[in-house]
């Protein structure tokens, strides 16, 4: 493919290493896991009718997936950050703290 079709053509340097990059997957996939984690909780609340812990789940869940919009490989230290608010978060969720 002709560098002119390439869809890299515009992207540049990356501003962050490849542990950077790694950090920041993982961080996702902390992310991701808190994002199901809420949903196991919000198909409990569901069932047994409870609307203002569903929507008090559901903000969570919006809240969790706009951080992991918001979150940037460049940003080391908020990337380190939220992988260990996630990890807290996923124990207490497990009832493993």
């Given at each position: ?5 390439s869809?890299?053509k515009?992207?540049?340097?990356a501003?962050w290493?490849?542990e950077?990059g790694?950090a920041?997957?993982v ?5 991701n896991h ?5 949903s ?7 069932s ?6 569903v929507?008090e789940?559901?903000e969570?869940q ?5 951080r992991?919009?918001?979150l940037?490989?460049?940003d080391?230290?908020a990337v380190?950050?939220l992988t ?5 978060l996923?124990?207490a969720?497990r009832g493993?703290?």
């Amino acid at each position: 493919m002709p560098e002119s079709d390439s869809i890299l053509k515009d992207m540049g340097a990356a501003t962050w290493s490849a542990e950077d990059g790694t950090a920041y997957e993982v961080a996702l996939e902390g992310i991701n896991h808190v994002v199901g984690a809420l949903s196991r909780q919000i198909g409990e609340a569901e069932s047994v009718g409870d609307a203002d812990r569903v929507a008090e789940l559901s903000e969570q869940q919006r809240s969790w997936a706009g951080r992991r919009r918001e979150l940037s490989p460049a940003d080391r230290a908020a990337v380190d950050a939220l992988t260990t608010e996630c990890a807290d978060l996923l124990r207490a969720l497990r009832g493993t703290t």
